[in-house]
C-alpha cells in the first residue's frame, strides 16, 4: 500500500457491554450482552435461554418473519425486532458483534437506535486488522409489493429516500417525504433518534395478534386522533418518515456489509426491505464487493462515501 494511504479497517468494540429491557412486542424482560467479535465475524446473535445457547447470523437469508419487525430465525429459534440495533451498528460502523440475549426479542429501549448507540460509546470501539468491506450496487434493482416499491441503485456513496403514506390529522401535519445523502448528514444526530410510532387505536388490534404488548409512550410516539399524546412531542418535525428511514437501514444491514448505493421507497415496509436485500443477492451481476483507501491527509468519515482509491472483488 501507498505509505499516503489507509485503509479503512473492520471495527468491533472494546469490551463487552450490558443492558435490561423489554421486547416492545413480547412484553418479556430481556437481558442484552454485547461482546467483541473477531474480524470477519459480522454479527451474530445468540439465544442464552435456550440450550446450547444457538447462535444466529444477521443476514438477510435468515430473515423469518416481517410483521411489525424484523425477525430472524434458525430452525425453530427466532430473535425478534433486530432493525433498530442492526441501524445503529451501521450508523456507527461496526462490523463485528456477538449480541447476546436472555429471550427471543431484543430490547426495544426507547424505540430508537439511539441507546444502542450510546451503550456502545460508553465502552469505545477498536478498529481491527482487516479490510472493511461494502457492497457496491453497480445496476438497479427494483421490488414491488403492491402499491408500494423499494430500489437500490448505483451511487458514489451512500443515500437514502423515502416516501410514507398515510392519511391522518397528525401525519398530515408532518413531511411525509425525506432523502438524506449520508455523505454531508450525520446518521447519529439526524436519524439515530427517531422512534417507532403508531395510532393509539391500532395497538388493540396489534395486541390481538400477540404484537406490541410491551408498546407505551416510553418505547413509541403514540398518536390519538388529532395529536401526539408524547408528553415531550416529536423529536424532529419528521421523525415518522426519518423512522422508516431508520428502520430500512437496519433491514439492508442484514446484507451482512454496509451498502453504497441509492435507496429509494414508496411505503415501503419490512418485508419489502427483505425482499429487496434477497432480489439483490441473487442477482450477481449487481453488485461487487469493495474495500477502500483513503488519503491520510483527507480522513474520511464513517460510513465511508467518497474514497480516494477502490479495490474491487467479485461477488459471490
Known amino acids: ?36 467479535a473477531g474480524e470477519n465475524t459480522g454479527i451474530v446473535f445468540v439465544r442464552k435461554d435456550v440450550m446450547g445457547g444457538q447462535r444466529i447470523r444477521a443476514i438477510a437469508e435468515n430473515v423469518s418473519d416481517t410483521t411489525l419487525a424484523t425477525s430472524i430465525g434458525r ?16 450508523g456507527i460502523g461496526i462490523d463485528n458483534l456477538v449480541v447476546e440475549l436472555s429471550a427471543a426479542e431484543v ?4 424505540g430508537s437506535a439511539a441507546p444502542f448507540i450510546y451503550l456502545i460509546n460508553t465502552v469505545g470501539i ?16 427494483t421490488v414491488n409489493q403492491g402499491d408500494a416499491s423499494a430500489t437500490l441503485s448505483p451511487y458514489a456513496g451512500f443515500k437514502a429516500g423515502y416516501t410514507f403514506v398515510a392519511d391522518h390529522p397528525v401525519y398530515n401535519r408532518c413531511p411525509k417525504y425525506a432523502e ?64 422508516k428511514l431508520l428502520d430500512v437501514i437496519g433491514d439492508l444491514y442484514l446484507l451482512g456489509r454496509p451498502i453504497l ?6 411505503m415501503s415496509g419490512h418485508a419489502l426491505n427483505n425482499k429487496l436485500a434477497r432480489a439483490l443477492l441473487r442477482c450477481e451481476d449487481a453488485w461487487e464487493i469493495a474495500t477502500f483507501e483513503a488519503s ?11 474514497p480516494a482509491a477502490v479495490t474491487v472483488s467479485q461477488s459471490g
Not at 21 to 34: A, C, D, F, P, Y
Not at 211 to 224: P, R
Open 75 to 90: 430452525g425453530d429459534v427466532q430473535v425478534a425486532t433486530v432493525e433498530h440495533l442492526m441501524s445503529a451498528l451501521w
Open 107 to 110: 430490547p426495544i429501549m426507547d
Open 180 to 243: 438524506l445523502d449520508f455523505a454531508d448528514t450525520s446518521y447519529v444526530d439526524e436519524v439515530s433518534r427517531a422512534r417507532s410510532f403508531g395510532l393509539t387505536k391500532e395497538l388493540e388490534q396489534a395486541q390481538a395478534i400477540n404484537k406490541c404488548l410491551g408498546s407505551s409512550l416510553e418505547n413509541a410516539v403514540g398518536i390519538d386522533d388529532f395529536a401526539v399524546i408524547n408528553e415531550d412531542g416529536l423529536r424532529y418535525q419528521d421523525e415518522f418518515v426519518k423512522h
Open 296 to 306: 491520510a491527509n483527507q480522513p474520511l468519515r464513517e460510513p465511508i462515501l467518497q
Open 1 to 36: 500500500m501507498h505509505k499516503n494511504l489507509y485503509m479503512l479497517r473492520q471495527r468491533t468494540i472494546r469490551k463487552p457491554v450490558h443492558a435490561i429491557g423489554i421486547g416492545v412486542h413480547s412484553g418479556e424482560k430481556v437481558r442484552m450482552t454485547l461482546r467483541p
Open 126 to 141: 477498536v478498529e481491527q486488522d482487516a479490510a472493511k468491506e461494502f457492497i457496491r450496487v453497480k445496476r438497479e434493482i
Open 261 to 266: 448505493g441509492a435507496f429509494n421507497g414508496f
